[in-house]
């Protein structure tokens, strides 16, 4: 058997180490453009902090942003099935790199008014939308089955760390390079992100058989969300699991989105102090999504997850409550908060798993993605006029504890903690009625 051979049948057995020496090539270019990305997004959000000191400038950017991710990741999903992955990438990427330019340019020509910049800026949502799903699915093209987990770990992890020293970087930039020198990291990264784009042989998608398109797959759209409502309705405390979770992602977005804001006015820091909040933030999801991983099971899940909740919004009173200057202490509140929030999501997407029937199971996820993701523009745009009415740290005040009361509210009043979602018959029962269609 020659080598053409040998490498087809391993790519159908799921077996090609040729792709998979690809995907890594492909990914450590994708990995030097994340570092660029976050080192410019981290300076372009510091410039218009220090400069103007406005929740509504940060807030704009930040709409814009989420508003398109919202808006075209669904149809970025569709179209990365039909067709060529590495074009989307390549297009999209593109894209970012083009408005950046355009950022720079604005610079030289000494057209730097922050709005026009925080604008412009907002428009990368548009090239994110397409990137992320795109490359996520390519991950399963390339990479061996055996190798999936293993790989997936690894990315989780070396982002996460480039989570936590993009920041830094962009933080010491910023205090001894020119502003519009930081922004040309982008474009470079983008470059060298493009060589392995380019190299890498990525498998083509297969194109869809019309004649295997069973009736159900035919279903509208609208009429298969129903289903998911109405699966979600049925199975004990999923719906109000499903309301809170909208609440926090609406309450934690003023929280993220004018922290620079909180850092400068409020505790008197500049860009270094913010990187440093940042990183500790980012050390804590680490080791929240290393404990996640190194735990196989979760018992008593229902009070684990309230219980990290409450934790949550507690570290957020206090990241709210610091006294001026304390910015170690902010950073300690912050990554306390960041360590619980991967153990409860990972509860919750394991609720998830467990109780709903596996023919639902998709329609449910597009269910909680759906109604997760419309509600954070939202709490974008109010940030904005929230932080300029109350400053930051009485609107933090108020949104921990709108968050800790409603935490308890649900655990104490809606009879949830009686829910044992260790008990496999009760819920084999509950997937049976939802079967029979008994609604």
């Known amino acids: 058997m020659g080598e053409n051979e040998e490498k087809k049948l391993a790519y159908i057995n799921g077996e090609d180490r040729y792709s998979l020496k690809g995907y890594l090539f492909f990914w450590s270019g994708q990995l030097f453009s994340l570092i660029g990305t976050l080192v410019s997004s981290f300076a372009i959000t510091w410039w218009v902090t220090d400069l103007t000191e406005s929740a509504m400038l940060l807030a704009l950017g930040n709409f814009l942003f989420i508003l398109f991710m919202v808006l075209l990741t669904p149809i970025a999903g569709v179209i990365g099935d039909k067709y060529s992955r590495k074009a989307i990438i390549f297009i999209a990427d593109s894209f970012n790199a083009a408005i950046m330019g355009i950022?720079?340019?604005?610079?030289?020509?000494?057209?730097?008014?922050?709005?026009?910049?925080?604008?412009?800026?907002?428009?990368?949502?548009?090239?994110?939308?397409?990137?992320?799903?795109?490359?996520?699915?390519?991950?399963?093209?390339?990479?061996?089955?055996?190798?999936?987990?293993?790989?997936?770990?690894?990315?989780?992890?070396?982002?996460?760390?480039?989570?936590?020293?993009?920041?830094?970087?962009?933080?010491?930039?910023?205090?001894?390079?020119?502003?519009?020198?930081?922004?040309?990291?982008?474009?470079?990264?983008?470059?060298?992100?493009?060589?392995?784009?380019?190299?890498?042989?990525?498998?083509?998608?297969?194109?869809?058989?019309?004649?295997?398109?069973?009736?159900?797959?035919?279903?509208?759209?609208?009429?298969?969300?129903?289903?998911?409502?109405?699966?979600?309705?049925?199975?004990?405390?999923?719906?109000?699991?499903?309301?809170?979770?909208?609440?926090?992602?609406?309450?934690?977005?003023?929280?993220?989105?004018?922290?620079?804001?909180?850092?400068?006015?409020?505790?008197?820091?500049?860009?270094?102090?913010?990187?440093?909040?940042?990183?500790?933030?980012?050390?804590?999801?680490?080791?929240?999504?290393?404990?996640?991983?190194?735990?196989?099971?979760?018992?008593?899940?229902?009070?684990?997850?309230?219980?990290?909740?409450?934790?949550?919004?507690?570290a957020a009173l206090a990241y709210a409550t610091a006294p001026v200057g304390w910015l170690l202490f902010v950073g300690l509140a912050g990554a306390c908060s960041s360590l619980l929030l991967p153990i409860v999501n990972t509860i919750y997407v394991t609720i998830i798993q467990t109780t709903v029937p596996k023919d639902k199971m998709g329609r449910v996820t597009s269910v909680d993605h759906t109604l997760s993701l419309a509600i954070m523009p939202i709490g974008s745009i109010i940030a904005g006029p929230l932080g300029e009415l109350l400053g930051t740290r009485l609107l933090f005040l108020i949104l921990g504890i709108i968050g800790l009361f409603a935490v308890f509210s649900v655990w104490q009043f809606s009879g949830i903690k009686k829910i044992n979602y260790e008990d496999e018959e009760y819920f084999a029962k509950i997937t049976e009625r939802i079967n029979n269609g008994d609604y």
């Open 103 to 314: 950022i720079i340019i604005i610079f030289y020509m000494g057209l730097n008014n922050p709005l026009l910049v925080i604008v412009i800026n907002g428009f990368k949502g548009i090239g994110q939308a397409f990137h992320q799903p795109t490359v996520n699915a390519i991950i399963p093209s390339m990479v061996p089955k055996k190798n999936l987990s293993r790989i997936n770990g690894v990315n989780y992890l070396l982002t996460s760390m480039i989570q936590v020293i993009g920041p830094v970087i962009g933080g010491s930039m910023y205090a001894f390079f020119p502003f519009e020198f930081i922004l040309w990291i982008d474009i470079i990264t983008y470059a060298i992100a493009m060589v392995p784009l380019i190299l890498v042989k990525i498998p083509k998608v297969e194109p869809f058989k019309k004649e295997s398109i069973s009736l159900e797959e035919k279903t509208p759209f609208f009429e298969e969300f129903k289903v998911g409502l109405k699966t979600v309705r049925i199975i004990p405390g999923l719906l109000m699991i499903l309301l809170l979770s909208m609440l926090l992602n609406f309450l934690f977005q003023p929280l993220g989105i004018l922290a620079p804001l909180y850092v400068k006015v409020d505790h008197l820091g500049d860009e270094t102090d913010l990187a440093f909040v940042y990183a500790f933030m980012n050390v804590g999801m680490i080791l929240g999504g290393l404990i996640t991983t190194l735990k196989k099971k979760w018992k008593h899940k229902i009070t684990v997850y309230f219980g990290g909740l409450m934790v949550v919004m507690g």
